[in-house]
């Protein structure tokens, strides 16, 4: 994505691009996490639950296992062995 430059307020607010907002799925009123690296400023859309449970659905899908996590630690244990074992 090409660079694009907005102005600090006095209040030291920014206008995050729409083009920029639309491709990381950032709506109004959304926290986003903004951290130092070096001399640069990295702003990204906050962790919520829902973007987490989001993520590991579309992980577990890919896997072909949505609908099939073990509810317990013995469960996931098992799990683990019988996917190490089959690698």
């Known amino acids: ?8 307020t006095a209040k030291g607010q920014i206008t995050l691009p ?3 907002r639309t ?3 950032i709506e109004p009123g959304q926290r986003v996490a903004v951290r130092q ?6 702003v990204s859309p906050a962790k919520t639950v829902t973007t987490l449970r989001r993520h590991l659905q579309e992980q577990m899908a890919q896997a072909g296992t ?5 509810t317990s630690p013995a469960g996931w244990h098992a799990q683990a062995r019988s996917r190490s074992e089959s690698e």
């Open 23 to 25: 491709a990381l799925e």
């Open 37 to 42: 690296e070096g001399g640069t400023i990295v």
């Open 66 to 70: 949505l609908g099939q996590a073990p």
């Open 1 to 8: 994505m090409p660079v694009s430059y907005s102005t600090v």
């Open 18 to 20: 729409s083009g920029m």
